[in-house]
């Protein structure tokens, strides 16, 4: 099993930044891939960025240039700092992380979510 840990969520007003925090445990052998997803009431989850291994990032459209994610493979960490936030970026945030564990099987996990509020 690999479990994931999210932190940092909380009650903002628009303009300011929050950062988010998830630590992946458990049978990890290796993570490829780490991001961030967002979920608004009724709507769809959606992807807000992803981060290889190797660094390389992909960012929503819409979060281009005020969100900035990044990781630390030694503690299996992935961090999304959230800047210039808006009323719309109002959200649960989740953390996703795909990779192999210890027995050489295939993974992809969630966390339990953190929820981002963003007052006007």
């Known amino acids: 099993q690999v479990q994931l840990v999210e932190s940092g969520g909380g009650l903002v007003q628009a303009g300011e930044s929050l950062r988010l925090s998830c630590a992946a445990s458990g049978r990890i052998f290796s993570i490829n891939v780490m991001g961030w997803y967002r979920q608004a009431p009724g709507k769809q989850r959606e992807l807000v960025a992803t981060i290889t291994s190797g660094g390389n990032t992909n960012y929503a459209d819409f979060v281009k240039g005020r969100f900035t994610i990044s990781r630390d493979n030694a503690k299996n960490t992935v961090y999304l700092q959230m800047d210039s936030l808006k009323p719309e970026d109002t959200a649960v945030y989740y953390c996703?992380?795909?990779?192999?564990?210890?027995?050489?099987?295939?993974?992809?996990?969630w966390g339990q979510g953190t929820q981002v509020t963003v007052s006007s």
């Open positions: 996703n992380a795909k990779g192999y564990r210890d027995d050489s099987l295939f993974f992809g996990s």
